[in-house]
């Protein structure tokens, strides 16, 4: 039969908004998964308890609550101030839930909570009453079985700082009760089993990608000289919860000019010029899945020359990273291969000297004895990226040291970036080598002076390939300028960005 006419891109675009809009505000992880994941940390040990705290009701009204990590991968459940046990004798694993029981008076003043009672039907777990979590930790610790502790840091690049957590103050508060007692920490298996995500979790990361990716379309339509940032964060984090995201997978960075070559500028204050560069890293979370997609773009919808170039190496090098990847390569040498694009790039802009010459490094910087790599000056994070889950920066399998090898289940970003700014070549010490590293590339600094660029991709590893989750976001340089040139939305309140309101 002959062909369908082809849809126009506005037909395209409208259907891709229907299917997003009536997409389902939540997904769900089985309960079978969850036990499985309980039954996989159990095994890591002979017999003993495992104890995990969940996030704390919040002491104040913003942020609202939102549940730990770990706990929410082993239990699923989405409320305060719960603690779970798992009890292995004799090979025999009994998980317990202990919950806050509330009143009717209560519940009418902050909402119901699932009842102990309730606990086995919705989470698959026994449930007590909180106030028995005392003396049942307490029986079992002098009953001689070893603690095992998970740690309830909201976030794991934080963990080994992690003091007052009520995780933490239990630990203490245990060991002094039971000085004999032995007590370990589980996070590091955890985290092994965390690292390999199921298809259940890709498909809500990818859910969670194809929110973000929408929302810096949005953004690409709205931003112009003269726009906030605000205004830009206010557009994209609008959009994540209109299509279903939980909240910002993290603080929405949305950098124009200078602010650009700050990697966690998060204030986002400042009012745009033309002729700048935005640089905008923000995703959200679905069903407490994070995703993490970052769009550099020209705030007047033209890249200059200048910021073409610098933009194109960034792009390229991304480009030959993605390239490496597979089931079983080594993660340095996906690193080696964006790593010579940067440098070949930066120094036919005449930002360095060689690929191999060193500075003597800046207050902060870590080097080796003979010094930081010139180029360290502009990529100043590595030129691959982490692992997503749970947290933005989730446990990925690549990261163990002995193998340092991708593997199925692998879902992590990709995110070189270049940052020229006038402010660190400022700080370099004032040294014989350095002076003459400033006077050789001092044309070029002065050209890319205050530009950053930051692409960042998520991308999700099976043994059938490699998926890119985050195609929804324009990135290349013609996509960018066309999409930066349809009609800008209109914003709440009336009027669009940078322009007066009505």
Same mark, same amino acid.
């Given at each position: 039969m002959p062909p369908s006419p082809r849809p126009s891109a506005g037909l395209l675009a409208g259907l891709l908004l229907a299917i997003l809009v009536a997409a389902p505000a939540r997904a769900q992880?089985?309960? #079978?998964?969850?036990? /499985?994941?309980? /039954?996989?940390?159990a095994a890591q040990i002979d017999s003993g308890v495992v104890v995990a705290f969940g996030a704390a009701e919040p002491v104040n009204y913003w942020p609202t609550f939102f549940q730990t990590p770990a706990f929410h991968y082993l239990t699923g459940f989405g409320e305060s101030d719960a603690v779970l046990t798992l009890v292995k004798r004799n090979g025999t694993v009994s998980p317990t839930l202990f919950v806050p029981v509330q009143s009717p008076v209560q519940e009418r003043r902050d909402g119901a909570r699932t009842r102990p009672a309730d606990m086995q039907r919705t989470t698959g777990i026994a449930g007590r009453d909180i106030a028995a979590f005392p003396s049942a930790i307490d029986s079992l610790a002098a009953a001689g079985l070893p603690v095992y502790v998970v740690s309830d840091a909201q976030t794991g690049d934080y963990t080994s700082r992690d003091t007052l957590t009520r995780g933490s103050r239990f630990v203490g508060r245990l060991r002094q009760a039971h000085p004999w007692l032995v007590m370990r920490p589980l996070d590091e298996p955890l985290d092994r089993l965390r690292a390999r995500k199921s298809p259940a979790e890709i498909s809500l990361l990818r859910r969670a990608t194809e929110i973000s990716a929408r929302a810096h379309q949005e953004a690409m339509k709205a931003a112009a000289p003269g726009c906030g940032e605000y205004e830009i964060q206010a557009l994209l984090e609008g959009t994540f919860r209109r299509f279903g995201g939980d909240r910002p997978g993290y603080g929405s960075i949305v950098g124009s000019g200078p602010n650009a070559t700050i990697l966690h500028y998060m204030e986002d204050s400042r009012v745009m010029r033309d002729g700048e560069l935005l640089l905008i890293d923000a995703a959200t979370s679905f069903d407490h899945y994070s995703s993490d997609v970052t769009r550099t773009m020209p705030v007047n919808g033209r890249f200059t020359p200048a910021q073409r170039a610098l933009y194109q190496i960034v792009r390229d090098a991304q480009e030959a990273f993605v390239r490496q990847i597979k089931v079983g390569v080594s993660y340095d040498l996906a690193s080696d291969s964006g790593k010579a694009v940067v440098a070949d790039g930066l120094l036919r802009l005449g930002l360095i000297t060689s690929a191999e010459a060193t500075v003597d490094p &800046?207050? @902060?910087?870590? !080097? &080796?004895? @003979? +010094?930081?790599?010139?180029l360290q000056l502009f990529a100043l994070h590595g030129f691959g990226g982490h692992g997503v889950g749970l947290e933005v920066h989730d446990p990925a399998q690549?990261?163990?040291?002995?193998?340092? #090898?991708? @593997? /199925? +289940?692998?879902?992590?970003?990709?995110? &070189?970036?270049?940052y020229v700014s006038p402010e660190l070549l400022a700080s370099l010490p004032d040294t014989p080598r350095n002076r003459a590293f400033l006077t050789r590339i001092r044309p070029a600094a002065e050209k890319y002076a205050g530009m950053g660029v930051r692409i960042e991709d998520v991308y999700a590893l099976s043994e059938r390939g490699l998926e890119w989750l985050s195609s929804g976001a324009p990135r290349e340089i013609p996509e960018i300028e066309a999409l930066m040139r349809q009609r800008e939305p209109e914003l709440a309140g +009336?009027?669009? !960005?940078?322009? &007066?309101r009505t």
């Open positions: 992880i089985d309960l #079978r998964e969850y036990a /499985a994941r309980r /039954a996989a940390l &800046p207050e @902060g910087m870590r !080097c &080796p004895d @003979g +010094g930081c790599l010139e690549y990261y163990e040291e002995i193998a340092d #090898r991708w @593997g /199925a +289940g692998d879902v992590f970003t990709v995110e &070189p970036g270049l +009336g009027g669009s !960005c940078g322009r &007066p």
